[in-house]
């Protein structure tokens, strides 16, 4: 039974200045059987924003998207890893959609253009997302081998995804990414 331990990072960006909402994960470095996504998760529309800005799931996780504004919305994606169409609607949608291919979605409204959101969907069950001070934790992550990554909405779109070698023991680790974003 190998055991498990946390993983800290530190994501900054080129100037040193922490990064919000950046996605940090860990892939193993062997192919193994990794744990299902377990329930689904909830993007919610209100004050004609998407709440909250970034969402990080596992390949599979379906999100539903309740309106709880007082106006109609309509939420689309055109991005490769997902297109999706959810016409004008309040309340709740009529069914979740399901995420079955890793990469970076982009949602919109068609109706309200400020609106927009980021999904950034993984092949792992090892990920996190930092806070207003740059910081994530990954907890429960068994001994091995890892490619950590790190990935934020402000990177150019054809940037290849940060990434490092982590040998992950029984003991809680660090790490840090810097990342060269650009303004959104």
Known sequence: MSHAAALTVQV?????Q???DAVVYAEPAVAQTLPKPQKP???EQKGRKFIPLVTVIQTGTSIAFP????VRH???SFSPAKVFDLKLYIGQPENPVTFDKAGTV????????QMVGYIHIVPTPYFAKTDAAGKARIEGLPAGRYQIKAWHYGL???AQIPEQPLTMTAS??????KLDTKAR
């Open 67 to 70: 309106n709880n504004d007082t």
């Open 172 to 177: 809680d680790s660090t790490a840090s990414f």
């Open 12 to 16: 900054s960006d080129a100037g040193g």
């Open 18 to 20: 922490a990064l919000q």
């Open 74 to 76: 309509h939420v689309y």
């Open 106 to 113: 982009v949602i919109g409204c068609n109706i309200h253009d």
């Open 156 to 158: 150019p779109a054809q």
């Open 41 to 43: 998760v909830e993007i």
